[in-house]
Nanobody, 123 residues
Framework: QVQLVESGGGLVQAGGSLRLSCAAS????????MGWFRQALGKEREFVAA????????YYADSVEGRFTISRDNAKNTVYLQMNSLKPEDTAVYFC????????????????WGQGTQVTVSS
């Protein structure tokens, strides 16, 4: 497992942008697939985006496709989520996750999770 710490959340107006970061501990970060989930108040956690260990495979939820971009820097043990054209419905706590199995990251069954960072989009 790896330990994950998210940062970069905050309050932004609709149409604005934020970049979330997820820093991972451990020397094997580059062997992990990484993902982002979010959970709005009173709702279930939902998938947002995923990236393979090499960065060559990306996958997005329909609701964020074209607005959000996931990327990673294996030299810095960090995965990013660039969020543009934010909408009030993007308001949620955002979590990063990590697992060596792609399906586990996408399905939300990953072995490692961060504590989350709050993103609030005002209208």
């Amino acid at each position: 497992q790896v330990q994950l710490v998210e940062s970069g959340g905050g309050l932004v107006q609709a149409g604005g942008s934020l970049r979330l970061s997820c820093a991972a501990s451990g020397r094997t970060f580059s062997s992990y697939c990484m993902g982002w989930f979010r959970q709005a108040l009173g709702k279930e956690r939902e998938f947002v985006a995923a990236i393979s260990w090499s960065g060559g495979r990306l996958y997005y939820a329909d609701s964020v496709e074209g607005r959000f971009t996931i990327s990673r820097d294996n030299a810095k043990n960090t995965v990013y989520l660039q969020m543009n054209s934010l909408k009030p419905e993007d308001t949620a706590v955002y979590f990063c996750n990590a697992d060596k199995a792609w399906y586990a990251v996408v399905a939300g069954n990953a072995s490692s999770w961060g504590q989350g960072t709050q993103v609030t989009v005002s209208s």
